[in-house]
């Protein structure tokens, strides 16, 4: 059973262009959370899906970013016309339950640097 | 939100050597994980822990759900420990997210 999928693993991007994270959860799995960690610091939050759905965003920056986990494919997280301060690991984690009540998978991140 | 704290911030330890992490969180919880991330940056699941104890090889956790502190130990340290280590939680009846505490930063030197 193939752990957390994300592609790339590292991304490139000028000021003002699109990064699109990718991530496949584990089989069997539903729910996809995204998480950002700033260098030096720990995981943060940024948003919680279904297949189809947003369950919760709270975390995601109000412009720019957005998700989406798809009935076929993988969830994708976009930010548009980034940054510097999107520079960053993204990092995406799935689980067979909803919420927080059952053990989350970490895929290996994506690190975004922007130039 | 719930404040998560981990304990010390950093270690330095002589590879052979054990020791003992400390995660202290300040609400009640229905998930507790451990993990580590390596000096390449990727995390790695090590124990999924919101009460009781575990043990993986050289690694055991213990979660005092009650006390809201859970302790990861490390046994005979070797080089390829070296990396953060990170303690999460979620809340009870807020659970749609895990609260990464601030870090262990351990390095084991040979």
Not at chain 1, 2 to 30: D, F, I, T, W, Y
Not at chain 1, 65 to 80: C, D, H
Not at chain 2, 61 to 83: F, K, M, P
Request: proline share 6%; charged share 15%; glycine share 8%.
């Amino acid at each position: 059973n193939a752990g957390v999928m994300q592609n790339p693993r590292h991304l490139v991007r000028r000021r003002g262009q699109e990064a699109r994270l990718r991530c496949s959860p584990m089989k069997g799995h539903s729910h996809v959370y995204w998480y950002r960690q700033l260098p030096e610091e720990g995981l943060k939050f940024m948003v919680y899906l279904q297949k189809e759905n947003i369950i919760d965003e709270s975390g995601m920056p109000k412009e720019r970013f957005s998700a989406e986990f798809p009935k076929e494919g993988p969830s994708i997280l976009r930010i548009q016309q980034v940054v510097r301060g999107d520079s960053a690991a993204y990092f995406c984690a799935s689980s067979p339950l909803p919420g927080t009540e059952a053990r989350a998978f970490f895929g290996q991140g994506t690190r975004l640097t922007v130039v | 939100g719930i404040q998560v704290e981990q304990s010390p911030p950093d270690l330095i330890l002589q590879e052979g050597a054990n020791s003992t992490l400390r995660c202290n969180f300040s609400d009640s919880v229905n998930n507790l994980q451990w993990f580590h991330q390596n000096p390449w940056g990727q995390l790695i699941n090590l124990f999924y822990i919101p009460s009781g104890t575990k043990q993986n090889g050289r690694l055991s956790a213990t979660t005092v759900a009650t006390e809201r502190y859970s302790l990861l130990y490390i046994s005979s340290s070797q080089t390829t420990d070296s990396g953060v280590y990170f303690c999460a939680v979620s809340p009870k009846n807020t659970g749609n997210q895990f609260y990464f505490g601030t870090g262990t930063s351990l390095t084991v030197i040979p």
